[in-house]
């Protein structure tokens, strides 16, 4: 019964290759979100989605695609793996009405990606 | 242009003391302010947030203490337990342009290690 959920755990693959990490919630929240976990251990956000619905696209490259098939997924497509994508992903999600922010975002276990 | 800094990469405290985390900030549009706690190999875990109307939030062993003039947050833990050793984030949201959605903004995180 976990709250947020992120497959797979670790991944290590090639440059050049493309590669998927999932993302579930059951806690029926609106909203959904990608975080990029760099080396120097900060949290940036990348993407996020409100109702299945584009809300947040940082400055990513476009090789990074989410795919947000309902509101309750998020998954992140990486195209052409490079070896500065090497970092840890997270996963959350979060009720988005603003009386709710203070009760902040749940996230996953994280993805540990390593490209080679 | 880091928005949100922890200055201090870890801390070490004895069991029983207080820990305290500090946390400064640069954007006065911030009106949200949120600790997160993060084991290793865990995504991070909501702790305690604080709006900034407020000048402390308590939660059991946990206060917050906003210091709006200085742009400053602490997160005090007492008495300090040795589960608490763990990396705190520190995370402000304001409101992303016109619309309802909150993005959080996150420190680099401080290591509290508590010492039996």
């Known amino acids: 019964d976990t709250a947020v959920s992120q497959t797979p755990k670790y991944l290590v693959t090639q440059m050049g290759n493309d590669k998927s990490i999932k993302c579930e919630q059951n806690l029926g929240h609106d909203t959904m979100y990608w975080y990029k976990q760099d080396s120097k251990k900060f949290l940036k956000i990348m993407f996020s989605?409100?109702?299945?619905?584009?809300?947040i696209n940082e400055t990513v490259p476009n090789r990074f695609s989410p795919k947000s098939p309902d509101k309750a997924h998020l998954n992140l497509h990486i195209n052409s793996l490079e070896l500065g994508d090497s970092a840890v992903y997270f996963c959350a999600s979060s009720q988005d009405r603003r009386t709710r922010v203070l009760q902040g975002q749940f996230f996953g276990p994280g993805t540990r990606l390593t490209v080679l | 242009d880091q928005q949100v800094k922890q200055n201090s990469p870890s801390l070490s405290v004895q069991e029983g003391r207080i820990s305290i985390l500090n946390c400064d900030y640069t954007n006065s549009m911030f009106d949200y302010f949120l600790w997160y706690k993060k084991y290793p190999a865990e995504g991070p875990t909501f702790l305690i947030s604080i709006s900034s109307i407020k000048d402390k939030n308590e939660d059991g062993r946990f206060t917050v203490f906003l210091n709006k003039s200085a742009k400053h947050l602490s997160l005090h833990i007492v008495p300090s337990q040795p589960g608490d050793s763990a990396v705190y984030f520190c995370a402000a949201s304001g409101r992303r342009g016109m619309d309802s959605n909150y993005q959080l903004i996150w420190g680099a995180g401080t290591k509290l290690i508590i010492k039996p």
């Open positions: 989605y409100n109702n299945k619905e584009l809300i």
